[in-house]
């Protein structure tokens, strides 16, 4: 891994807001911002449901743990990962060792309200989405619980106000952050 500036990792569900408030925090900190699907999306030429459709879900699994495995791996980044990037030890095990990892929580039924129209979520489509999303949840809740450094509830607040909170766990966690070198460079978000 190479070393220098902290990493930051979000995990959750589907929905919960890793994307957004990951690249907004990530502006904030100066950091290049990642998406382990869109990243996994450019390197393979295709979205994510053909992936699933043509390999299955074990098949998507294993580019994805090769592709956090590679993200990881650098310094000084805000990673967004997949919402079951947690289900692998060896992700778990990257994630812990490799940054600082942050659970962006939310409700069963406020995670189905942000994705009930959104079509490219292979795992949502069934014939009961929102009980898919409360059994992802019972399952993958203690997996996000056993990586993150610490839980932001994702309720009501506005994308701003989740990433004053997640800027403040990291100040008040003692999350170092280069800002001499973090001005050098200029925020890349070019990778979502």
Known sequence: METGRPNLFFVGLMGAGKTTVGRTVARR?????????????????????????HEGEEGFRDREAAMIRELTGRSGIVLATGGGAVLRPENRELLKSRGTVVYLRASPHDLWLRT?????????????????????????????????DFIIETGKPSVAQLANMVLMQLEMAGFRIDTAAASDQPANDTHS
């Open 29 to 53: 900190l100066h950091y290049p911002f990642f998406d382990s699907d869109h990243e996994l999306e450019a390197h393979c030429g295709v979205r994510i449901p053909v992936i699933f459709e």
């Open 116 to 148: 009930r129209h959104d079509r490219n979520r292979p795992l949502l489509q069934t014939e009961d989405p929102k009980g898919k999303l409360e059994a992802l949840y019972g399952a993958r809740d203690p997996l996000y619980r056993e990586v993150a």
